[in-house]
């Protein structure tokens, strides 16, 4: 099983950083997110970088968080569609796309017929991620707190979703989907059973952790409450073909030495727990300067 780097676990520095430290530490690829940094939108530029690495991008994510609204224009139909030709110039097989914004009325409506044609006319599949409510807890505290708040309730409690008609894509159903483990801590839901409900179409994993804060929180995975053993075991158990790609939060890392020692520890967990190979001690990046 391949196990790729999301370049949005470097952030904030740049795309070609990911791509180094991937090179580096021994990852199998890249998921490139498409955001605001020009390198991200440019398959030219990406393309050098796959040449300078040896590192090829396993997957595109594509533009559709809130603070990427405007990357390659308004309109989200064009947005996705130009995501798909993306993955395929760039030798990708999987595209990760978030189910449509509520706002997004027209896009919303036409969502699950613009995947399926995307997928009958090209060799990328579509994976639709499941996302997570918007809870009011928020208000209350993003640390500690919240995380206690959902375990005493068995769930979010009073939250709104920005997505239609849910942020659990398998409401709508779709062939393929992205299951991620910090979005199911942050919406408390059952990783197990997302999985379960996906079943065969489950193509794509970002490998993190959460502990049930009210926002998403991205941890190496073995550092929240989710079972990510046992997801990874059931996936292993099931056959599972598709990519594993870390996408962790690294913001708080002083130095690249602290960043490569939070994604090396992420790919040594997933080496262990879904290629079975026996833990080792992450390799370090050479450099250390502040970040």
């Known amino acids: ?26 990852y199998d690829g890249i998921e490139l997110m498409v955001w605001a940094e020009p390198a991200s939108q440019s398959i030219a530029t990406v393309q050098a970088y796959i040449r300078k690495y040896g590192i090829p991008v396993l997957a595109v994510h594509a533009p559709c968080l809130l ?8 309109d989200p139909v064009a947005k996705l569609e130009r995501s798909v030709r993306t993955a395929e110039a760039l030798g990708a097989d999987t595209v990760v796309v978030h189910p449509p914004f509520r706002w997004q009325r027209r896009y919303a409506e036409n969502f ?26 928020t208000l209350f ?15 979010p409690g009073l ?9 659990d894509p398998t ?16 919406a408390g839901a059952d990783p197990l059973a997302l999985a379960a409900r996906m079943g065969p179409g489950l193509v794509h994993l970002h490998l993190a952790d959460g502990r ?26 099931s056959g599972f073909t598709g990519h594993a790609v870390a996408e962790i939060n690294t913001q708080n890392a002083r130095t690249t030495a602290d960043r490569a020692g939070m ?27 502040s970040v």
Not at 114 to 121: F, H, I, K, R, Y
């Open 112 to 137: 699950p017929a613009q995947v399926a044609e995307l997928e009958a006319d090209s060799s990328v599949v579509v994976a639709v991620e499941n996302m997570f409510p918007m809870r009011a807890d």
């Open 171 to 186: 409401d709508t159903g779709f062939a393929h989907y992205t299951l991620d483990l910090s979005h199911t801590a942050t």
């Open 67 to 74: 603070i990427s609204q405007r990357v390659w224009g308004p």
């Open 1 to 26: 099983m391949r196990v790729g780097l999301s370049t949005a676990s470097v952030y904030p520095q740049n795309t070609e950083s990911a791509f180094r430290y991937a090179a580096e530490l021994g």
């Open 263 to 289: 994604l090396g520890r992420t790919l040594a967990f997933a080496r262990e727990h879904l290629n079975g190979l026996a833990p080792a001690p992450a390799p370090q990046s050479p450099r250390s300067e």
């Open 212 to 237: 049930g804060a009210a926002h998403d929180e991205h941890l190496v995975p073995g550092d929240g409450t989710q079972p990510c053993v046992e997801v990874c075991a059931a996936l292993v158990e």
């Open 159 to 167: 939250a709104l979703t920005a997505f239609s008609p849910s942020y």
């Open 141 to 155: 505290g993003r640390r500690g707190g919240a995380a206690k708040r959902l375990e005493r309730r068995g769930g």
